[in-house]
């Protein structure tokens, strides 16, 4: 049921235009909890969490992402090195393999997580990030980020 009013909220905020597009060419991708933290006050960075899963017979990536609710949006790395926690940001996108399921959850192994950078409205629990991720082959698909209460998500203190 959520799933479902999600996917309505995201292709209205889209345009009938995309929605069409989006009805014409049914994507191999699965986007698995899109979820981000509330944050105290407008203009901060938020990190956004999900999974993305490959249906599909052919390889894909993910190239970039934007959001219009944000100044930008980054794919990143995070990395423990000699005890200091580093982010890099994947220049080259992120491969989604036929078959797989790509990780960018809080404390996932992988370490990848979205950066939406400059936050223009103060996000509170239950409010949608709404963000576009671009794939090079399943192109763009809008997905709504759903902002989790501080206290519900593990993984440290919210970003800078
Ligand atoms: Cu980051």
């Not at 699965?30 to 933290?37: E, G, H, N, V």
């Not at 090195?81 to 809080?106: H, N, S, Y």
Request: glycine fraction near 10%; proline fraction near 8%; hydrophobic fraction near 45%.
């Amino acid at each position: 049921m959520r799933m479902n009013r999600n996917l309505l909220y995201g292709l209205a905020a889209a345009g009938a235009v995309l929605a069409g597009a989006a009805l014409a060419q049914p994507t191999a991708l699965k986007i698995l909890q899109p979820t981000t933290r509330a944050t105290p006050l407008p203009g901060m960075t938020a990190v956004g969490y999900l999974q993305i899963e490959n249906d599909g017979r052919s390889d894909d990536r993910l190239l970039g992402a934007h959001s219009t609710a944000a100044d930008s949006v980054e794919i990143h790395q995070m990395r423990t090195t000699g005890g200091m926690m580093q982010m890099r940001p994947l220049k080259e996108g992120l491969a989604v393999p036929a078959g797989a399921r790509v990780d960018l959850r809080a404390n996932a192994a992988s370490g990848y997580h979205l950066m939406v950078i400059g936050v223009k409205q103060q996000l509170n629990p239950g409010d949608r990030l709404p963000v576009v991720l671009d794939f090079e082959k399943a192109g763009a698909l809008p997905v709504d980020f759903v902002v989790q209460p501080l206290a519900d998500t593990a993984g440290g203190k919210p970003a800078p």
